[in-house]
């Protein structure tokens, strides 16, 4: 089992940046990929970055060149640094990862992004 909490999320102005954080806990050998999801109500929860466990990433073509996801392999947690938000980015933001040997996609709870003037 994998317990993810994120942190980070709230209202910023459009042109301003955020910092997520999510840490991972748990009974697990290894974390695999870790990731970045949103959504907003009505639709289906979209990937916004994720990071494999050999460090490559992906990101939407939509937050290319303004968000980066990192991590911290050695204390489990995932990062997003969101630069030059604007309103499309208000969203639900949800860690995700996965862990050992299965395909099990584990959540967080969510945080709540909102950009507005």
């Known amino acids: 089992q994998v317990q993810l909490v994120e942190s980070g999320g709230g209202l910023v102005q459009p042109g301003g940046s955020l910092r997520l954080s999510c840490a991972a806990s748990?009974?697990?050998?290894?974390?695999?990929?870790m990731g970045w999801y949103r959504q907003d109500p009505g639709k289906q929860r979209e990937l916004v970055a994720s990071i494999t466990r050999g460090s490559v990433t992906d990101y939407a073509d939509s937050v290319k060149g303004r968000f980066t996801i990192s991590r911290d392999y050695a204390k489990n947690t995932v990062a997003l640094e969101m630069n030059s938000l604007n309103a499309e980015d208000t969203a639900v933001y949800y860690c995700?990862?996965?862990?050992?040997?299965?395909?099990?996609?584990?959540w967080g709870q969510g945080t709540q992004v909102t950009v507005s003037s």
């Open positions: 995700g990862a996965t862990a050992d040997w299965s395909d099990r996609q584990y």
């Open positions: 748990g009974r697990f050998f290894r974390i695999n990929a």
